[in-house]
């Protein structure tokens, strides 16, 4: 077994002592996709880069609702990793991953125009008559936890579009074409110069936990369970928290 090989098992085995001086790949390209909920998407550019300057593997991402992504990989599209926004979603594809692992939390928050011109202050703010508030699709993770933070404010909202995913709907706020959007705390924290986040109570909120798995038909399942304990490492972890994300208990 080659170098990098041996590397890459310790890795996978949870030998996650990595360093900048990582043994990089040596004559073979190696390359994984993972596909990823979009809540994560700049986050996960960041440790891609990373995990490629330690290991040699390049990561191809593709970022979407959790709910297409899973369809997807049932319907045998060619990926790697998986990182869903709910850990439902990753139960759909049990049989085709190996045992997920949480690693994130997330929680909501509503996003408004940069200065919060229309005075948003809470969920119950969200039924009046003069928002154009936006939802995701109810299928996708942030769409079913926006439901379900509503009801329990007791709040009844007719959005003005469902959106594909949660990017969408934090784009429709900062171009101004809704008011406001429920979204992922972690969302408004990526674009403070064209929102503002409202934040939501314990009580009405609702904790948002991301499980990862390395699919089970991976063409380099070596690389894809390195990846999975990379994002599990202190290194993935601190990234996370930079991007604003808290991580679960991990025993």
Known sequence: M????RWLAGLAAGLLLLAPA????????????????????????ELGITFEHWTGVHVTFSFAASSLLATQVQH??????IAT???????????????????????????VEKGNPKRIAKLADLARSDLAVVLAAEEVPVGKYAREALAEAGVSVA??????????????????????GIVYATDVRALPAKVDGVEIPDSQNVIATYPIAAVKKSADAESARAFVNFVLSEKGRDTLAHFGFTAPRIP
């Not at 080659?2 to 090989?5: H, L």
């Not at 390209?29 to 979009?38: D, L, R, S, Y």
């Not at 045998?76 to 990793?81: H, I």
Request: net charge negative.
């Open 22 to 45: 990582a043994p990089r790949a040596e004559t073979q390209h190696h390359e994984i996709t993972v596909f990823a909920a979009a809540s994560l998407s700049d986050c996960f550019r």
């Open 159 to 180: 959005p003005r579009s469902l959106e594909a995913d949660v990017k969408a709907v934090l784009n429709k706020v900062a171009l101004g074409e809704a008011d406001a």
């Open 2 to 5: 080659g170098a990098r090989r």
């Open 76 to 81: 045998g599209a060619p990926a790697d990793v």
């Open 85 to 111: 926004a709910d850990e439902v979603t990753m139960s759909k594809v049990a049989d085709l991953v190996e045992a997920p692992h949480p690693f994130a939390h997330n929680r909501l928050e509503i996003a």
